[in-house]
């Protein structure tokens, strides 16, 4: 009989906390997970499932005025009604959300819809006033968008709100350069509104291969995206007919019916009173965890974006099974951060896995560098002035591959799988040695030069 009430406690089940919970369970622990939101997390209810599947009506906008090229007759005036995809798309969040509980039931999870706050090592009180006791408890909380500290921010939006948009704005102003920014600025554009991306810097997507990002900032401003740089948010005020009018630093004030915060993410860490069990947290409020994703504290774990590490979700999930394997498995394994591939779904998608260039000049000096920069076959028939570029970053000796970095047309479809050739440390010899696959825009991958 367990002095506790339960083996784990998890509280938060988004990615990494269901996988935990789900695992854990399966090795035969009890165990709760608390949430106060939904169960599925950022990903699932109000992050990339919804956001990809925006991305997917919007590529209809382009594919459409394309078609009229291969034969279709096309009306030069369509009707998008945004409620209905809008709708549709929360319909699948709504399927993909009982699903994720059901999995948790099914394999003997207690799903307790509140808040649950730490009160020491080993004890937590719900919303409700009960309190519970854990052997373990995991922190698996995610993180929040960030909004900036300006007068009148409180009539702006952040990605948590944007899925619940009556329509379409005409005008809309996106604060931010990261990727949440610059995909949210492809689906509005397509969808028919004047976008405007503000950004602190002049810098798009840090952390990208700069090739890459420069096509994508190109690509954006034909398609009429406008960009404004070194400019920080002064202030929203509200008009008398509705509109918003934002001044910054560096530009002129503009006028728009949406103001939508891109300016980041940080852990979710506030009210739950983690110092009551001398957890750490670092400046930005993340866990500070070791390589097991163990706390400053010997019975409090955490994972995924409350740690602030990669805020990716399949790297929640791979942490979230390592946690539970380690702890409760009898398998003991670590997550390896080394060559992690990431998309932006932005129009079109940017994809890279491994070291930029820069990064690999920083590491080793010289490095050899292969790309093709080319008009997908498509883009060629539609008559549109639209070019992909693939890149390759190789050890200037060895040839193994370093780095890969692409923009086109299923650009991250092609790169999941050219990430396992990097990930197993092959070299450029062996995309050499592969014969292309005719005709395809992946066939480039093993034609650089």
Not at 85 to 96: F, G, H, Q, Y
Not at 222 to 240: C, S, V
Not at 303 to 318: E, K
Not at 417 to 427: P, Y
């Amino acid at each position: 009989m367990s002095d506790f009430d339960y083996d784990l406690f998890v509280i938060g089940a988004g990615s990494g906390g269901t996988r935990a919970s789900r695992v854990a369970a399966a090795h035969g622990a009890k165990v709760a997970v608390a949430e106060e939101y939904r169960v599925g997390g950022t990903c699932v209810i109000r992050g990339c499932v919804p956001k990809k599947l925006l991305v997917y009506g919007a590529h209809f906008a382009e594919d459409l005025k394309d078609a009229r090229r291969f034969g279709w007759d096309v009306p030069e005036h369509l009707n998008f009604d945004w409620k209905r995809l809008r709708d549709n798309v929360m319909e699948e969040v709504d399927r993909i959300n009982a699903a994720y509980t059901d999995t948790l039931t099914n394999n003997g999870v207690e799903i307790i819809l509140d808040r649950a706050e730490v009160t020491g090592p080993h004890s937590l009180t719900l919303g409700s006033g009960r309190e519970v006791t854990a052997k373990y408890i995991l922190i698996a909380t995610g993180a929040a968008p960030v909004v900036p500290e300006c007068p009148g921010h409180e009539h702006g939006i952040t990605s948590n709100e944007v899925f619940d948009l009556d329509a379409v704005p005409k005008r809309i102003l996106i604060a931010g350069a990261g990727y949440i920014a610059n995909e949210f600025a492809g689906i509005f554009n397509e969808f028919g509104a004047k976008v405007t991306l503000i950004n602190r810097s002049d810098v798009i997507l840090r952390g990208y291969d700069e090739s890459i990002r420069d096509r994508l900032l190109q690509i954006s401003m034909m398609k009429g995206l406008d960009f404004r740089f070194n400019a920080t948010f002064q202030g929203i005020e509200q008009q008398p007919d509705g509109c918003l009018r934002v001044s910054m630093t560096g530009h002129e004030p503009i006028d728009v019916d949406c103001v939508l915060f891109a300016t980041g993410r940080s852990p979710n860490t506030a009210g739950l009173g983690l110092a009551n069990a001398g957890v750490e947290l670092d400046d930005a409020g993340a866990v500070v965890v070791d390589a097991d994703n163990a706390s400053t504290c010997d019975s409090i774990y955490a994972v995924g974006d409350v740690t602030n590490r990669v805020q990716l979700t399949p790297v929640a999930i791979r942490e979230g099974q390592a946690f539970a394997d380690t702890i409760f498995g009898g398998k003991p394994h670590r997550v390896d951060y080394e060559n992690i591939p990431s998309a932006v779904f932005s129009h079109p998608p940017m994809a890279g896995v491994g070291l930029t260039e820069a990064q690999a000049k920083n590491k080793f000096g010289s490095v050899k560098v292969y790309t093709s920069d080319f008009r997908p076959m498509k883009n060629v028939l539609a008559n549109r002035n639209e070019r992909a570029l693939y890149k390759m970053v190789c050890h200037a000796e060895s040839g193994v591959v370093l780095g890969l970095h692409m923009i086109g047309p299923d650009a991250p479809e092609i790169l999941q799988a050219a990430a396992v050739a990097v990930k197993a440390g092959l070299t450029k010899d062996a995309f050499d040695q592969t014969v292309a696959l005719h005709p395809s825009m992946a066939e480039e991958l093993v034609l650089l030069r």
